[in-house]
């Protein structure tokens, strides 16, 4: 019989976490074909150590064209985490003798991911009014990594970007004329190169935040990082789509863009508010696009019911996209 | 014709079904994946219920808007590119209204209970 991932893993931690005998309690998370999320637990003499695996399997290691790559990510991650960002410790990049494809195994964070909860939840009370203002903080010192450390990464405008989103839009061959109007407008109004141009995060919304009673505790996620305007993190983070109800609260439903700028300010970034909002239209768009995806991969062989549905949530990005750009009375 | 009870009914009373019945026995994955289908089939009545007024009067404001019949794929697809071009825009009488009674229209039965849709909703004046 074929070895299982926990066949794998089991092989794997003794032979970089000295003192391990093995694994326990390996469950999949979550991820489609391409890309898995395995938790699990090092079994060691000290105590058991949390972690998490994150893979492409065998045969699905080349990255789509606009993900940075597992490799790359883990790089990400390790430079985060010297650089004080909160992030997972990264504990081991995935080799050829592992077997287990390509990826990275990372410490567990304890804390929460799900928006509903973190906005909700009574054990997030006192975090919440300081989240905003901290995630600021924490996206500036992601905007002052170093280049010259970091991996090859997409080097993207708004102009590309803009380009791209109308390319997937027309691809999906379904007339939206609000799409067409957003299209319209970030053409016209496009503020052109930015005068820093700095790693940008390029998915920092919940979900891919871990937070725990005391505040941000984790960033997740790099498969979308490049090189481009700052500003597009702090315009994607006040999107309404991450407001999860909360919609007068513009930072994630967490607080105000003044605090999430307050916090930028304060660890030495730059905020130009009017290239925020413009990269929050482009954001609204952006998800807009990404849900009729769902909707065209539904179509197009994965077979998904959740995926179906997102595909009917392409009309509340239509709503907000009317609010930015056409408010009522 | 065909027979009573109609497909709203059907859907309703499967939804209900599964809503009432299914849903307390379910946990973990199975329980999330159900609560997706529910909101599938709730979405599927709605439809049934509300679309059909609504796209009759879509397609009426369009054929006003662009001056030619057509059917509402059509003139949605000549609307969107009239407004890529930019010959129409929303200093058109009646673009910007037309492009915010559709996208009600939309989440009516995509997503009534998305935020933005309750504020928007509580700005317009109740029929009475």
């Known amino acids: 019989m074929a070895a299982t991932t926990e066949d794998r893993l089991g092989r794997s931690v003794p032979a970089w976490c000295p003192g391990a005998t093995g694994i326990a309690g390996a469950a999949r998370l979550s991820g489609g074909a391409s890309q898995e999320t395995w938790s699990f637990d090092i079994v060691h003499p000290d105590g058991n150590i949390g972690a998490i695996l994150r893979r492409a399997p065998p045969g699905y290691g080349a990255a789509p064209e606009r993900a940075a790559g597992l490799d790359a990510e883990a790089v990400l991650m390790r430079e985060a985490y010297e650089a004080g960002i909160p992030s997972p410790r990264v504990l081991h990049v995935l080799t050829a003798a592992d077997e287990l494809g390509t990826g990275f195994i990372m410490a567990r964070v304890a804390g929460e991911t799900i928006p509903r909860k973190i906005l909700r939840d009574a054990q997030f009370a006192a975090a919440r009014p300081m989240l905003a203002r901290q995630l600021g903080g924490v996206l500036a010192k992601i905007h002052r990594l170093d280049p010259a450390r970091l991996p090859k990464l997409r080097r993207m405008t708004a102009a590309k970007e803009i380009a791209e989103l109308a390319q997937d839009y027309r691809d999906y061959q379904w007339p939206r004329p609000v799409f067409e109007l957003a299209l319209r407008w970030l053409r016209d109004n496009d503020p052109g190169p930015s005068a820093e141009t700095t790693l940008v995060h390029g998915d920092f919304r919940h979900g891919n935040l871990i937070v725990g009673p005391d505040g941000a505790r984790a960033v997740l996620d790099w498969e979308l990082a490049h090189f481009g305007d700052p500003m597009e993190d702090l315009g994607w983070i006040c999107v309404n789509s991450w407001r999860f109800g909360e919609i007068d609260k513009p930072v994630g439903g967490l607080g105000r863009r003044e605090e999430l700028f307050a916090g930028y300010e304060a660890e030495g970034g730059h905020v130009d508010p009017a290239r925020v909002a413009f990269w929050e239209v482009m954001g609204t768009l952006r998800w807009g696009v990404m849900c009729c995806g769902m909707m065209h991969r539904f179509r197009t062989g994965d077979r998904s019911m959740e995926r179906a549905m997102i595909g009917r949530r392409t009309s509340e990005t239509e709503i907000d996209l009317l609010r930015l750009l056409a408010p009522r009375g | ?128």
């Open chain 2, 1 to 128: 014709m065909q027979d009573e009870p109609t497909p709203i009914e059907l859907v309703t009373a499967v939804a209900d079904f599964l809503r009432d019945d299914i849903a307390p026995a379910l946990k973990g994955h199975s329980a999330f994946k159900l609560r997706v289908a529910i909101n599938a089939l709730d979405l599927v009545a709605r439809q049934l219920t509300l679309a059909g007024p609504g796209e009759d009067a879509e397609r009426a404001r369009l054929s006003h808007l662009l001056g030619e019949e057509g059917d509402l794929l059509d003139l949605n697809r000549k609307l969107a590119e009239a407004i890529g071009r930019g010959t129409l825009d929303l200093a058109t009488p009646g673009v910007a209204e037309h492009l915010w009674r559709t996208t009600m229209d939309k989440l009516a039965v995509d997503q009534p209970n998305y935020a933005s849709y309750r504020r928007e909703l509580a700005r317009e004046p109740k029929p009475s």
